[in-house]
């Protein structure tokens, strides 16, 4: 998935503002890098991915635009 800045700033932003839309994008669009750094002793660990997803989406609204 690729969006404009315009775009990205738009689902960012609605996602701070709590859409779970907007949060599903933004995860769909950072899963390479979630799935990346999910990885544990080379191998992926589904805890370590759910925990990294749940961290972001609980803090999320921390952004400043």
């Known amino acids: 998935m690729k969006l404009s800045d315009k775009e990205f700033r738009g689902v960012l932003e609605g996602a701070v503002a709590g859409r779970h839309k907007d949060l599903e994008t933004l995860l769909e669009l950072y899963m390479p890098l ?3 750094y999910s990885m ?3 191998k992926p660990d ?3 991915r759910q925990y990294l997803m749940i961290h972001i ?3 999320i609204s921390k952004f400043i635009l």
């Open 34 to 36: 979630i799935n990346h």
């Open 57 to 59: 989406a609980l803090n």
């Open 46 to 48: 589904e805890d370590l």
């Open 40 to 42: 544990l002793n080379g």
